[in-house]
């Protein structure tokens, strides 16, 4: 008989880049279980919560593994018949012999558009910020707290409301104005956000209009495979609290580069912890 493990990882269902992480961790541990129906997944008042076959060591081993496949195939995703040229975002992720979505182009547009989750400038491009974020990547260890390893100087998604540059606010970089070296990102949690939106969500679908998404925080034990589906709201019947969150624009207006997600707002309670 299989020992089962009880993890609670301190993810915040506030933040974006959590919750994205969160499901590419329930994606990984299915794999790792090799679909093992016992399995389950919420949240909880400290964080996500995973029942398991196996312990957070040999899980966060899984998820480095599967984070340093990680390569971005560029060039795709943009109809030739519409006479665009690809750009730096244009492309998917792969991840071993796994393909995932863009969520960084609107399916609505055929390519045409970028998505609401695109934040970074024109001048950077997923397979740099990729290479540069697993480039700081410290592989799992006794002595590591694996999510919460800091880095600095490296682009983040933007998804992260705990590490929203000063700057954006203002309307340009902090790279423009040079304290980018000044600004710390988490790599471990960047990365696996980026895995949970190509490859274990469907956020396309989040998107309520084009400014926001709206995600859904669920309390009961569900099992790994149904992860997606209730973070979409797709479940019917569940203890659940959903949230909503919209991009902070920089100051020159809609059209202006550096956007990046604060900490989403509750809008509707549905059970208290």
């Known amino acids: 008989m299989k ?3 009880e993890i609670v990882l301190p993810l915040d269902e506030r933040n974006l880049a959590h919750v994205l992480a969160a499901l ?7 794999e790792e279980t090799g679909g093992d129906g016992k399995a389950r997944c919420w949240w909880c008042r400290d964080g996500f919560g995973l029942r398991l076959a196996l312990d957070q060591s040999t ?3 899984g998820a480095d593994t599967m984070l340093r496949s990680l ?5 795709l995703g943009v109809d030739e018949k519409l006479n665009v040229a690809p750009k730096a975002h244009h492309g998917v992720l792969q991840r071993s012999n796994a393909v995932g979505t863009n969520p960084f182009l609107s399916l609505a547009t055929a390519g045409t558009e970028s998505s609401l989750l695109k934040t970074f400038a024109g001048q950077l491009g997923p397979r740099k910020i990729i290479a540069a974020q697993l480039g700081c990547l ?3 260890s006794a002595k590591l707290d694996w999510l919460r390893q800091r880095a600095f100087g490296v682009a983040s998604w933007g998804f992260d409301s705990s590490v929203g540059s000063h700057a954006y606010d203002l309307g340009f970089s902090s790279n423009d104005e040079g304290s ?6 988490y790599p471990a949690i960047e990365l696996l956000s980026l895995t949970g939106a ?3 969500s469907t956020p396309h679908v989040w998107q309520t209009d084009e400014e926001s998404l709206r ?5 009961d034990r569900l099992a790994l495979a149904l992860a997606p589906l209730a973070a979409a709201g797709c479940i019917e019947g569940l203890a659940e609290d959903r949230y909503a969150l919209a991009t902070r624009g920089a100051a020159y207006g809609k059209g202006a580069a550096y956007h990046y997600f604060p900490e989403a707002s509750l809008i509707t309670k549905y059970k208290s912890l």
């Open 3 to 5: 020992t089962e493990h």
């Open 24 to 30: 590419a961790l329930a994606g990984v541990a299915a």
């Open 59 to 61: 899980l966060f081993q």
């Open 71 to 75: 390569r971005w195939v560029e060039g």
């Open 138 to 140: 410290l592989s799992p």
């Open 180 to 185: 980018g070296n000044a600004d710390p990102i």
């Open 198 to 200: 190509a490859l274990f």
């Open 215 to 219: 995600y859904v925080i669920w309390r």
